[in-house]
């Protein structure tokens, strides 16, 4: 597994990341959402016990406590997709283990007791999928999951029930996001039980022009037949996509050219940038990485900018809580030294 | 005299270059516009004899019949402010001599037989003065003016009569601009016998924040005089300006930078681009070079890029007539190879 953020630019264009996460719960112990505070850490101590009590998993893995950092930290592990906004919720009794690559996330206390998510660059979900599982397999040893022989995996939401597997991949649909056709998407993926949302929740899709596309069900279908229809999925948004982009190439022409290469030289040279602006920049100059038309960017380059520009990682850059009016400013000193 | 394209950096800011120009007739000969095609062709060979009577003129002058070029030639010679729009209209029977650094233009059938003018970087109209003076009183030698104890040099409209003189110094005043002052100073500049223009014709300075200031009055005041009043008035619209930009450099603080910067990033990366945006975003980047802001452009190389990117002169360089959509790429083109 790669960490998505320093993806190597072999990687097939479009689909930035995948991710894999798996709902688990400990057997006859209450849900995260009514348990108080100390039983919450609790838990976390011995979900910790269990889970570092081999030397490799010492060494490798660290846990972080969420009730012992500040605010801004942790919104930032949020922008990095290492945790969700229901973890940072449950601040007062939640923790993640992570590894240094961050590629693993084990929340503890989110909606339900575990919620283990590997996260790589790339689409190969196959190998996200052995990884997920054999971590799946090492916790399964050392504690007793909630498991019922009809209903499988058993989850605070009814939604994670049976397989408590959500697959996502992160992909860059500009073409179809400016040709107005992401409704028509969002319509189809919908239909074969899948689900499509922005990179940084509801709406931030239009800016970004990034989404992650997801399943649905969780139940009555095994992990194989989840992860390869939404492979299938992501195969054929890849071809609309291609298709959207020759066509509007096609159409446009030398404007899409000159979109893409302004987008770079706004960026270069930007004394002050707003996220919104940022995200609707860095998807245009993507699309110019894509499509062979820049050759002076890394996608790696792209993908930093986008995480560490985020408000809340760029606050924790300084240490202090700035005004959006500075962190405009050190928003726009970080990309220009970043694409020098 | 420094031709105005190929600036120094060292002349004052704001100020580009400084004009002047006499309107001189023939004794005794009908006006330009009521002569035929023939009679005014005759006049040019004559006015020509005349100037190229000694080695040194023909050394270093050069002259240019119009009804010889093809259209888009001359109109190029008027962007680079060597001829006027009425020696274009009379194009079936008038000429220019001009010199190799292009400074001097001897226009002849223009509104007048002669329009001697002489144009230089910076704003030392006493310099230019000097220069006008002596070719005036070259040409004086070898033919006999329409002159008249009482009014002066007679020329075809009463607006120039008596000295015959206007001068005219372009400003770069985009604070002004920007603020929407410009009107209360063309009023001011109205009530003191001035005027004010953009630099390609009326309201083409609120793309560029390039004017032309200039003398109404040509009767009842002495050379001298006309021109030391046209330089008090620049001197006071230079300290208006600088004051104008410090106010505004207050308010908006790095948003100016910002917009300056980026304009610098557009240029360097667009694609296409038509002549106004090109003109807006000469003025900022001009703006950011007389400020100290940006160091790594000359103004020479915007002033070369003012004038190459001029649709006749854009048209001219590919020695075609190209399409609207054909021209804004070449401009492009144009710029960012200048900027590199």
Chains 1, 2 share one sequence.
Not at 107 to 135: A, F, P, T, V
Not at 179 to 201: F, K, P
Not at 225 to 250: F, G, M, P, Y
Not at 277 to 302: A, F, H, T
Request: proline fraction near 1%; hydrophobic fraction near 35%; charge should be negative.
């Amino acid at each position: 597994m790669h960490n998505w953020v320093e993806c190597n630019d072999n990687i097939e264009d479009i689909v930035i990341s995948s991710r894999i996460r798996l709902a688990r719960n400990i057997k006859a112990t209450p849900f995260p959402n009514i348990i108080s505070n100390e039983e919450g850490r609790n838990l976390v101590t011995s979900i910790e016990d269990a889970f570092f009590s081999s030397d490799s998993m010492k060494e490798n893995y660290n846990c972080v406590h969420l009730w012992e950092m500040d605010k801004v930290s942790n919104i930032s592990f949020l922008e990095k997709h290492l945790i969700s906004k229901k973890l940072i919720e449950n601040s007062n009794k939640s923790a993640f283990i992570s590894d240094k690559d961050e590629t693993v996330s084990i929340m503890i206390n989110e909606e339900d007791h575990i919620r283990l998510q590997c996260i790589s660059s790339g689409g190969d979900l196959k190998d996200i999928w052995s990884y997920c599982e054999k971590l799946d397999d090492y916790l399964e040893e050392k504690m007793e999951y909630a498991f019922d022989e009809k209903l499988g995996y058993l989850t605070a939401c009814p939604t994670n029930l049976g397989t408590g597997l959500r697959a996502s991949v992160m992909m860059h649909l500009p073409a179809l996001t400016f040709n107005n056709e992401m409704s028509g998407v969002l319509n189809a993926l919908t239909q074969v039980g899948m689900t499509i949302r922005g990179l940084y929740g509801e709406g931030s899709g239009a800016y970004s022009n990034l989404y992650q596309i997801s399943n649905q069900l969780t139940l009555g279908i095994n992990e194989k037949d989840i992860l390869s229809n939404l492979k299938a999925v992501v195969n054929q948004l890849i071809t609309q996509e291609h298709l959207s982009r020759e066509q509007t190439l096609k159409k446009y022409n030398y404007e899409i050219e000159d979109k893409i290469y302004r987008s770079l030289g706004i960026l270069r040279y930007a004394v002050t940038i707003d996220i919104k602006e940022c995200l609707k920049l860095l998807s245009n100059v993507r699309m110019g990485v894509e499509m062979g038309i820049i050759k002076d960017v890394s996608k790696g380059v792209l993908n930093d900018i986008l995480v560490n520009t985020q408000p809340a990682t760029l606050n924790k850059k300084f240490d202090t809580k700035l005004a959006e009016r500075e962190l405009n400013l050190k928003r726009a000193q970080y990309i220009r030294e970043k694409l020098r």
